[in-house]
């Protein structure tokens, strides 16, 4: 048996057993911080028409109040996901959520472009805190399959809930009040669930057997050279992707981050592979668990389809077809009711293969994308083209989702579930930024020549890219995961037979050092 890793979680060894009532609080304030971060960014949707009259914001300022969040929530993941690995993930969860309601609360009385884009950029630093931290916990509270299942459905249901509910509340804000009530709402949910954060997580789910390593060791097992490497990549990486779709590929201000982030990146997956595997913060063998790469592939697609979505269908109605902002997220409510369903669907996954629960859930995503491709530019076309699109599309997108964080978990030993937490939910950013670049550069290319934003030509194209890596996606699926390993138990460090059960030099000596003393152990006194 070999020593555990520094993050090794209790789950790998004797889980807690708490009482139902407890679990389910502890399960609500993870949902809820799950909640806050989709809100935060579907929210300014509805907010952003007002901030650009009020602040007299250009285009592109406009758009990096949401792509400002998006670019530190998404680059600081790793981080996140390592410190709760390796340190404390109760103290990282409370600090994130805390950070929200105080950035939140000062977001509110900001009246000036830059410092409110600086703010959103720290707000997604506070977001990236609690997701990470929110599954380590979670997968220490569930750990029974089935459960734990469920748990993660559920949790990702609610960010699901919230881009659309985050949409209405938005619109109502502005309509209603202000758009500053958009960010001291979130302040105002925020606060109390912090507090109570301290008071009802127990502090044994959140300690580590890393917690008996000194001080140095801890910090040495953090990796900091590598995540502050991987992280400076993908800050220029998104970046770059964003600012591609709005002053040019061929911009300098494009290719040179652009560049820079790709010969990072690169860099950075060296610098893995000669350090110890046991320090490193996402080892080289982590993409050898049995379907953990294509895994990570299809974790690209879900939120790249409800953001192309939103973000077509939202200035449609209101640019074009003069809706207003309610009107309009009350349109976008078949995608919330159609994904919180599906969030159930979680156990499915211990009675079918997560293969097939994916390909069926790619295949609605396909169905869905053809029908908005064909129809939705005239506002009598929602009832028979838009509204079983949005079912549709949302509840396969909802099922790829859900059963492909259900399967990855799997596929990692728990020890590693915040770094895994943290992979899964940065591809799911890093494919709806890249892809939501690569949809308004078609878009707009069209338009260009297919009579401009009042056609529904460019929206169509976008539609039918999507359409196109759906299919790649489809197929990279069916060839290439592998069902041998379904409903097997979750693996652990230490054990014989995949990539993160293979024991080093190292191991093996500090192994029959550990032997040496149970036998000295076992002599007669």
Request: net charge negative; charged share 10%; glycine share 8%.
């Amino acid at each position: 048996m070999l020593p555990p890793s520094p993050a090794e979680t209790v789950v790998d060894h004797e889980p807690h057993i708490y009482s139902r009532t407890r679990r389910l609080i502890l399960l609500f304030l993870f949902c809820l911080a799950q909640f806050l971060d989709s809100f935060n960014n579907s929210a300014l949707f509805s907010a952003i028409p007002a901030l650009e009259v009020s602040m007299g914001m250009t285009e592109s300022q406009s758009t990096w109040i949401i792509s400002g969040f998006q670019l530190t929530f998404a680059s600081f993941l790793l981080i996140s996901g390592r410190i709760s690995d390796v340190y404390n993930p109760k103290t990282a969860f409370v600090g994130g959520v805390s950070g929200l309601a105080v950035i939140s609360l000062c977001a509110g009385f900001v009246n000036n472009t830059i410092p409110l884009i600086v703010l959103r950029a720290l707000t997604g630093i506070a977001s990236s805190m609690t997701i990470p931290s929110a599954l380590t916990l979670l997968v220490n509270v569930f750990p029974d399959p089935l459960e734990q299942a469920r748990a993660i459905g559920l949790f990702g249901g609610c960010g699901c809930v919230a881009n659309v509910l985050g949409l209405m509340i938005g619109a109502m804000f502005v309509e209603w009040t202000s758009y500053h009530f958009v960010f001291w709402f979130v302040t105002i949910v925020a606060t109390p669930a912090a507090l109570a954060c301290v008071f009802v997580i127990p502090p044994e789910i959140s300690k580590t057997k890393g917690n008996l390593e000194p001080a140095a060791a801890k910090w040495k097992s953090l990796d900091l050279l590598g995540i502050t490497i991987l992280t400076a990549a993908l800050i220029l990486f998104i970046f770059a992707v964003t600012s591609g779709s709005t002053d040019g590929w061929a911009s300098v201000m494009v290719l040179v981050p652009l560049i820079i982030s790709i010969v990072m990146v690169i860099g950075f997956f060296c610098w893995e592979t000669i350090i110890p595997v046991e320090t490193a913060a996402i080892p080289p063998r982590t993409w050898f668990y049995h379907n953990f790469s294509v895994l990570f592939g299809v974790a690209l697609f879900p939120f790249l389809w409800w953001s192309t979505v939103f973000s077509i269908f939202t200035t449609l109605w209101q640019n074009v077809f003069e809706w207003s902002a309610i009107s309009s997220a009350v349109h976008m409510l078949p995608i919330g009711v159609a994904a919180f369903a599906i969030s159930f669907t979680g156990p499915l996954s211990r009675i079918f293969s997560p293969k097939w629960i994916i390909l069926t859930g790619l295949s609605l995503c396909m169905v869905a994308t053809v029908l908005l491709a064909l129809g939705g530019g005239k506002p009598e076309e929602y009832w028979p083209y838009i509204f079983p699109a949005f079912f549709v599309g949302s509840a396969g997108a909802m099922l790829t989702y859900t059963h492909t964080n259900i399967a990855i978990f799997q596929a990692a030993p728990s020890s590693m579930a915040g770094t895994v937490g943290a992979i899964f939910n940065g591809a799911l950013q890093f494919g709806s930024a890249i892809g939501l670049a690569g949809v308004s550069s078609i878009e707009t290319s069209v338009e260009a020549t297919h009579g401009g934003s009042h056609e529904y030509s460019g929206r169509a194209a976008a539609f039918w890219f999507l359409f196109a890596i759906m299919s790649i996606e489809f197929i990279s699926v069916s060839i290439c995961y592998d069902r041998s390993t379904d409903h097997k138990p979750q693996p652990k460090h230490g054990d014989p037979g995949t990539p993160a059960r293979q024991s080093t030099d190292s191991d093996e000596k500090i192994n029959d050092t550990i032997i040496e003393k149970a036998d000295l152990a076992d002599l007669p006194v």
